[in-house]
């Protein structure tokens, strides 16, 4: 979206773009290897869970292979990184050694974010409005022109993406709930309770066509409207590993909303 958004047709947009995209996909599976491997040492993820299958919980792999895939990634996201931050200079290095960071403090400490039920800020920031930015700025900095800070569409946009995120988080944490408040993992759903998490994913749900609108005007607005209600429409019927479906179906949200923009763009 972002390369699309600042009209560039040179090949160093194209190959930073794609640069982008490999070094966003890496942090993406350490955070998710992270997550996996700590949750297993807590005991939080067992066999039999009503989530997605966990690699470390159903004996697929052993510790130290995950050990090995994390550091292999790790250092994959640090080379990829690397280039990025030749091109668009410390901004990027301070995002991404932030990033880093925060995949390890997610499950790896005892005061980890998603155990302490504070997670979801920083999973709309990363996965929204600060991926956003970055993005568009390494754009223009690969192209040589100036990204103007009041320019506040980029910022927007990745605030649908970040809500879509939160989403995806919630959606998780109702489906868990039981568990993680046996295992002591203080999530929203666990400190607020079902009831009141499902009345907080429909507000979050609610903000994504403002932010639409705020980023691109009224059409795309409208337009995203219908596949965020259905998404909550599933999420209130859902039951067990019906969740599972529901996750599933907010990752098609955030593609329809990919491809609104870029027709919204090109159109």
């Not at 966003?24 to 040492?41: E, R, V």
């Not at 499950?107 to 997670?119: D, K, N, R």
């Not at 607005?221 to 479906?245: D, K, M, Q, S």
Request: glycine share 10%; aromatic share 12%; net charge positive.
């Amino acid at each position: 979206m972002a390369h699309t958004f600042i009209g560039d047709t040179t090949s160093l947009g194209h190959l930073t773009a794609l640069v982008t995209i490999l070094c966003a996909l890496a942090l993406q599976i350490l955070s998710n290897l992270i997550n996996d491997y700590y949750d297993y040492k807590r005991g939080t993820d067992k066999q039999g869970r009503v989530g997605f299958k966990r690699a470390l919980a159903e004996g697929m792999v052993r510790e130290g292979e995950m050990r090995t895939a994390c550091y292999l990634t790790l250092a994959s996201a640090l080379l990829l990184g690397a280039v990025l931050c030749y091109i668009g200079g410390w901004v990027i290095l301070a995002i991404g050694v932030t990033a880093i960071l925060f995949a390890w403090l997610y499950t790896a400490t005892p005061y980890s974010l998603s155990y302490l039920g504070i997670a979801d800020i920083f999973v709309f920031l990363y996965y929204g409005v600060i991926a956003s930015f970055g993005t568009v700025w390494l754009q223009f900095k690969a192209v040589g022109q100036t990204f103007d800070l009041h320019q506040f569409s980029p910022f927007y946009a990745g605030a649908v993406c970040g809500l879509i995120s939160m989403c995806v988080l919630a959606i998780n944490n109702i489906r868990d709930i039981d568990d993680d408040r046996l295992s002591g993992k203080r999530t929203i759903p666990v400190r607020v309770g079902k009831h009141i998490a499902l009345v907080i994913l429909g507000i979050i749900l609610a903000l994504v066509p403002l932010f639409a609108w705020l980023a691109f005007g009224q059409s795309l607005a409208i337009a995203i409207v219908f596949p965020t209600g259905f998404l909550y429409y599933r999420v209130l019927r859902a039951e067990g590993a019906g969740y599972n479906r529901c996750l599933l179906l907010a990752g098609i949200v955030n593609l329809i909303y990919v491809g609104l923009v870029w027709l919204n763009i090109n159109g």
